[in-house]
């Protein structure tokens, strides 16, 4: 049983809401059983290198070749370049296959997930990598808990649900690589901002409100979870 | 008059749908009048520096003091990494706030915009910097056409609209930094896939339809968008 944990959050980890509460699920699952395995990937401090031409001439042979599976990549590089970048992405996206709880610390920049996240799902969202050779994906049984956190409020009646570019799209992304929707956990601290902006002062009940229910829901989760036995 | 011209799509210029859209606006639009001013940024060549904890130390202070405007922002920072990122930043924002037009080349990655240009809204959209000292947005007049490329189809009737966190998302984010609503222009090109992928064939003509609709679209906006008399 292996937990891979990422964070996102371009905040130092005592100033970052979401970075506390994936860190809480982390400590939380990890006490449950000292035999699992555990992995943390700080996407900020060790941001993912961005792809280019020899990432996407890569993709774009494998594409060509109808993404047989298993693809066998090493026979389709053709340059240096090319085995340089498959070798960074095979490492991010083994660490992904290796896994059964991927735990995601994603808070919401600009309505979406912040470019250090998207660098990493653009990186390993390479074709073929998590299609097995039966052609089911090497992530159907993957469990998936995301931690999001948001200056304001985008859940249902807020108003602004239609500016929420990050949950609905971390579960679109995820389900199409083949994760299990009802594998896919995303938990919400809303109205951050309350803390800080002058104005904004009584929104703080709501977002203790809201960052309490994120703490119950985490400790749920975290023993609810499957562990080894 | 100002092109600023950017692109984000990871492929070398002659494998990019979206880059070469971008260059035929650019080109058409420049050919109009030959004293007109253009800057061409590439968010893959050169990248955006990510943002990190400096950046957010200096952005939370400015919203602890309410943003006033216009953000006094020298007088907010505290450290040589805060000077630094504020310095990156600016010049990026200046760049905008500089500009009439704004051409982005923002091809779909994964269902939205690709990380290199996710790096770039992270940084510019940092608080106060489009606000002018009566509260306007100075970006109310700015013009925006997005050159957006996608492998699949995600328009009206494709049943994938759902998946589309691309276009929405930009109209909202820049929507939402005053740009005005009527001044964003989306020219989508369809189906990219359909020459590279086996068994994708029979799109063939709609991908081609698509792309010279998208032809069409540009050289209308560029001979229709002001240029200098």
Chains 1, 2 share one sequence.
């Not at 290796?98 to 799902?121: C, E, H, Q, R, T």
């Not at 653009?122 to 469990?143: C, E, K, W, Y």
């Not at 690589?177 to 896919?184: C, D, K, S, T």
């Amino acid at each position: 049983m292996r937990l891979l944990h990422l964070d996102s959050s371009a905040h130092r980890a005592a100033e970052s809401v979401s970075r506390r509460l994936t860190d809480l699920f982390a400590r939380t699952w990890r006490a449950g059983n000292d035999r699992a395995e555990y992995h943390h990937r700080d996407l900020v401090a060790d941001p993912v290198p961005p792809i280019g031409p020899a990432y996407c001439a890569l993709g774009r042979r494998v594409e060509q070749h109808g993404v047989p599976a298993p693809v066998r990549y090493d026979e389709l590089i053709e340059t240096e370049d090319e085995r340089r970048e498959w070798d960074l992405t095979r490492a991010l996206v083994d660490e992904v296959r290796g896994s059964d709880v991927l735990l995601l610390g994603a808070p919401m920049y600009n309505f979406a997930v912040p470019a250090a996240l998207k660098a990493w799902i653009d990186r390993i969202t390479f074709p073929g990598v998590f299609t097995g050779a039966d052609g089911s994906s090497s992530l159907a049984d993957l469990r998936v808990v995301v931690v999001t956190s948001r200056g304001g409020a985008y859940g249902p009646g807020s108003g602004a649900e239609d500016l929420d570019f990050l949950a609905p799209y971390l579960r679109s992304w995820l389900t199409k690589q083949g994760v299990a929707a009802r594998n896919i956990e995303i938990v919400v601290a809303d109205r951050t901002l309350a803390e800080i902006v002058p104005g904004y002062e009584q929104a703080r009940p709501a977002a203790a409100r809201s960052l309490a229910a994120a703490h119950e829901r985490l400790g749920v989760l975290a023993g609810a979870l499957p562990v080894p036995t």
